[in-house]
């Protein structure tokens, strides 16, 4: 053998030696295996038979087990706390078989196990549990954590000292400053369907999703219609809903989504839930258009005509919140007009209580908070900054009021025809929490109006022709990605 081929044959023996396997295998936790054995005491529901939507306001309980595994994917002899979550949804808490193993959201394994309940709320769609180790280990009762003892009791070259400026430290009761292994696992899904339009409205005043990217159950029996195109977004109406109510939903597209009309059905709506100043929206919303076709049936239901009892009734109109409802015979304000109000007094062209000139009314200024308040509560009066400012005036029948915006009915001035009474007024109901006077009716078009003033349409017509634009040109664009 030349002394060449030796060397060679000795570098390879000593790379085959570095790739042996003496060290044996990989030791350690690496992941966490996590199985829910049963829901609400029966097996878990399977894909075809989900559960309903949670709101918010009921409580599921979930019986798991929670094994550590290391990165062979044996069970590894883990004795510490891990983290249990839901995603979506929140943890109300949790409950060890075994006493003393549960504390707040988190559950100790003993020798690499752990089993228990988990009582959980808002979880909606396919929803899993997750364990994570963060490396918690809270102190005895009585004791002194090592968290909240103004001491730097990990590595001598870590300066953080306590919760929350160490990293290591998971809560002020941690009794070490040393970080987990940050392993975790989820559970294979737990079905429930997605929330209807009725479920993200909440079925009160707010919404039990709110800032949640959320997907809008549409699939059948559910039947998601277009009642509105507006300039900044649109309106949509479950039909299936209609009983309960609650079943309109506005979605804030920014400006008007492209190629939709009203009449036509989404197949799929998504976004994040909001609540602004008490008005439901779905912002930043993906869609997927069921065009309204020459010939179909148009589904946009009629308009709920409102009496002074429903006005009256906060409840009855969130219900309608976002839906198509009707005012009959109610007249505009006759006090309604640019110039400034003297002493709370009013007249027809003298209803602005911005007594300052700076475009708003101050309600922490005596006389215009006061100003802005007496106008309030008077029927005939509807004050003039606000409609300068969002298009919105007063329209009463002598005891319940309500504002409507008709600015879509272009060739209408409202001023011209205080007094007046309208006919009847349709459009989109919408809330603002500020205030006293939160509800208004937006019209959508012209034929929205009914009066004998010029823009305004001669008689109402029904939900399938008004406002209904008919396509003329295909358009592949139709909706979002």
Not at 133 to 144: I, K, S
Not at 247 to 252: E, Q, T
Not at 397 to 418: E, K
Not at 442 to 454: G, H, I, N, S, T
Request: overall charge negative; aromatic content about 8%.
């Amino acid at each position: 053998m030349t002394p060449r081929a030796g060397l060679r044959a000795a570098l390879l023996a000593s790379a085959l030696a570095g790739c042996g396997s003496d060290a044996g295998p990989p030791q350690g936790v690496s992941s966490f295996w996590v199985q829910v054995v049963q829901v609400n005491g029966e097996a878990p529901p399977s894909a075809d038979a989900p559960l309903p939507a949670n709101r918010g306001d009921a409580v599921d309980t979930w019986k798991f087990r929670v094994e550590a595994r290391d990165p062979a994917g044996r069970r590894a002899p883990f004795d510490g706390m891990v983290r249990l979550s839901v995603e979506p949804g929140a943890v109300v808490d949790v409950d060890a078989d075994e006493e003393g193993l549960a504390v707040g959201r988190n559950i100790r394994l003993r020798g690499g196990v752990a089993e228990g309940a988990i009582r959980v709320t808002a979880v909606y769609g396919p929803t899993r549990l997750w364990a994570e180790d963060f490396g918690y280990q809270p102190a005895p009762p009585g004791g002194q954590p090592a968290c909240a003892n103004g001491a730097n009791d990990d590595a001598p070259g870590d300066v953080l000292i306590d919760f929350p400026a160490d990293p290591g430290c998971a809560f002020a009761d941690d009794d070490t400053e040393e970080g987990g292994t940050f392993s975790a696992g989820a559970s294979k899904p737990v079905a429930y369907a997605l929330p209807r339009v009725a479920d993200v409205q909440g079925g009160g005043s707010a919404t039990p999703y709110a800032f949640e990217g959320i997907q809008i159950n549409t699939a059948a029996p559910q039947q998601v219609v277009v009642t509105r195109v507006a300039s900044d977004g649109f309106y949509v109406t479950d039909l299936a809903g209609e009983e309960g109510g609650y079943n309109h939903l506005f979605a804030y597209n920014f400006n008007t989504p492209a190629n939709m009309r009203v009449c036509d059905r989404l197949e799929y709506l998504a976004g994040t839930v909001n609540e602004f100043f008490g008005f439901t929206e779905l912002s930043f919303p993906s869609y997927e258009i069921a065009p309204f076709q020459e010939g179909a049936a148009c589904l946009v239901p009629e308009p709920r005509v409102l009496d002074a009892r429903t006005i009256d009734d906060a409840s009855a109109m969130e219900r309608l919140e976002s839906g198509l409802v009707r005012v009959e015979g109610f007249r505009i304000s006759k006090n309604f007009g640019p110039k400034p109000a003297r002493n709370n007094v009013f007249a027809p062209d003298q209803s602005s209580c911005d007594l300052n000139g700076d475009g708003q009314v101050d309600f922490e200024s005596p006389a215009e908070g006061s100003c802005g308040n007496a106008c309030s509560r008077d029927p005939e009066c509807s004050e003039w900054t606000g409609y300068s400012a969002r298009g919105n005036y007063k329209v009463t029948d002598g005891s319940s009021m309500i504002q409507i915006q008709t600015g879509t009915v272009s060739a209408f001035d409202p001023t011209s025809h205080r007094g007046e009474v309208i006919e009847a007024v349709t459009g989109t109901l919408r809330n603002f929490s500020g205030g006293s006077l939160n509800w208004t009716i937006e019209a959508r078009c012209p034929d929205d109006l009914v009066c004998e003033a010029p823009g305004c349409a001669p008689a109402a017509k029904p939900s399938k022709e008004a406002c209904v634009r008919r396509r003329s040109i295909d358009d592949n664009d139709a909706e979002t990605n």
